[in-house]
């Protein structure tokens, strides 16, 4: 059973950084997709950012471009979502996943693994 821990979250004003990190069990990420995903109260859980451990290759909400950056450390089975510029439409809670497959998704259904989430809010 795959395990990710999330962290990294907290309480911040508009326009300040955050980092988060999610920390996964496997000894290697390579040949899986990883993502973010956030759920805004009252919302449903909606697709944020994604990678393709092995290569690289990222995609993103639109509205996060330029404001969010998605990597990741091999060498620490880690991935990482440094956002800037936070808005309070940025507050949410934030979730990690991960899916044994070469394709990045933004259907949260597509995602077989997920961290416990970490909550983020944007005071204005």
């Known amino acids: 059973q795959v395990q990710l821990v999330e962290s990294g979250g907290g309480l911040v004003q508009t326009g300040d950084s955050l980092r988060l990190s999610c920390a996964g069990s496997?000894?290697?990420?390579?040949?899986?997709?990883m993502a973010w995903f956030r759920q805004a109260p009252g919302k449903e859980r909606e697709f944020v950012a994604a990678?393709?451990?092995?290569?690289?290759?990222?995609y993103y909400k639109e509205s996060v471009v330029g404001r969010f950056t998605i990597s990741r450390d091999d060498a620490k089975n880690t991935m990482f979502l440094q956002m800037n510029n936070l808005k309070p439409e940025d507050t949410a809670v934030y979730y990690c996943?991960?899916?044994?497959?070469?394709?990045?998704?933004?259907?949260?259904?597509?995602?077989?693994?997920w961290g416990q989430g970490t909550q983020v809010t944007v005071s204005s």
């Open positions: 990678i393709i451990w092995a290569g690289g290759q990222t």
């Open positions: 496997e000894r290697t990420f390579i040949g899986w997709t």
């Open positions: 996943a991960a899916r044994p497959r070469v394709r990045i998704e933004r259907d949260q259904a597509e995602y077989y693994y």
